[in-house]
């Protein structure tokens, strides 16, 4: 199954199909679908106290918290999923996390965003190596800094580049007057629609939409700009929508164009 809403995977609840076996006429009004890696629903998690509950009863039981996604590489909110806190949830990528030990508001990989079967027998777009499993985004820029001062410098400039591009995303008619050879990719590829729509989507929804194909942004050429993300949406081989929808594969759409 797959939600009508946010088109992620779905499974039946184990505890509302129990419940509806016995004829529970509460469990019937509550019966819901759980997230595909769950064996229950948000009800019966206790995400959510109950269905037809007013919007402030139900958000009262829900606790998020804002840090950085060792998955999708944003500063965003992160639902917690039990109680202790240890397992947490990505709002933006899907992608199961927990609070790094050593970075304070960072989130550390813990279980991949659910994407699409096709997408999954491929693996996860730049997320191929099994060692970067477990790492928060602060642990892996400072992993790979020769020095701890050079470190700090290079999460400084992500941080400050995140917040400069979201300053930049209202600018919409600015984003669509650049000329670049994304645009022009796109042009040449009769996409220039689609094109337009993604590059000038909020940044976190653009993110969303490429951890459900399977693309990781943050570790491709050209994060943070609104063309080259919206053009890996669409040309990434064997993930992204123009691939998806060429019958035969897709597999030209990034022939003979630079990574």
Same mark, same amino acid.
């Given at each position: 199954f797959s939600c009508g809403g946010c088109a992620r995977r779905t499974v039946r609840c184990e505890?509302? *199909?129990? +419940?509806? $076996?016995?004829? =529970?006429?509460?469990?019937?009004?509550?019966?819901a679908f759980a997230k595909a890696g769950d064996a229950k629903c948000a009800r019966c998690l206790g995400v959510v106290y109950d269905w037809n509950a007013p919007r402030d009863v139900n958000e009262g039981l829900t606790r998020t918290e804002p840090a950085w996604c060792g998955w999708c590489g944003e500063l965003c909110a992160h639902l917690v999923r039990e109680k202790g806190g240890a397992k947490c949830?990505?709002?933006?990528?899907?992608?199961?996390? /927990?609070?790094?030990?050593?970075?304070p508001g960072s989130m550390r990989t813990r279980e991949r965003p659910?994407?699409? #079967?096709?997408v999954s027998r491929n693996g996860l777009s730049g997320m191929r190596r099994p060692s970067t499993t477990?790492?928060?985004?602060?642990? *892996?820029?400072? #992993?790979a800094s020769? +020095? =701890? =001062? *050079? %470190?700090?410098?290079?999460? $400084? /400039?992500?941080? +400050?580049?995140?917040?400069?591009? $979201?300053?930049? %995303?209202?600018?919409?008619?600015?984003v669509l007057a650049r000329r670049t050879r994304w645009s022009r990719a796109a042009d040449n590829a009769g /996409?220039?629609?689609?094109? %337009?729509l993604l590059a000038t989507l909020p940044p976190r929804e653009r993110v969303r939409i490429a951890a459900r194909l399977g693309i990781r942004l943050? #570790?491709? @050429? !050209?994060?943070? =700009?609104?063309?080259?993300?919206?053009? @890996?949406?669409? %040309?990434? #081989? !064997?993930?992204?929508?123009?691939? @998806?929808?060429? /019958? !035969?594969? &897709?597999?030209?759409?990034?022939? &003979?164009?630079? @990574?």
């Open positions: 505890t509302c *199909e129990r +419940s509806a $076996d016995v004829d =529970d006429a509460a469990a019937k009004e509550n019966y949830q990505c709002l933006v990528c899907g992608g199961g996390t /927990a609070p790094c030990e050593r970075c659910i994407v699409s #079967r096709n477990g790492t928060c985004l602060r642990c *892996e820029v400072m #992993r020769p +020095s =701890d =001062d *050079e %470190a700090m410098a290079v999460w $400084d /400039a992500v941080r +400050s580049r995140r917040a400069a591009a $979201d300053v930049a %995303a209202v600018r919409v008619r600015d /996409a220039w629609r689609p094109f %337009a943050c #570790r491709e @050429r !050209g994060y943070l =700009d609104p063309h080259a993300e919206a053009w @890996r949406v669409l %040309a990434t #081989r !064997g993930r992204g929508i123009l691939a @998806r929808a060429d /019958a !035969g594969g &897709g597999g030209g759409a990034l022939e &003979g164009f630079g @990574r």
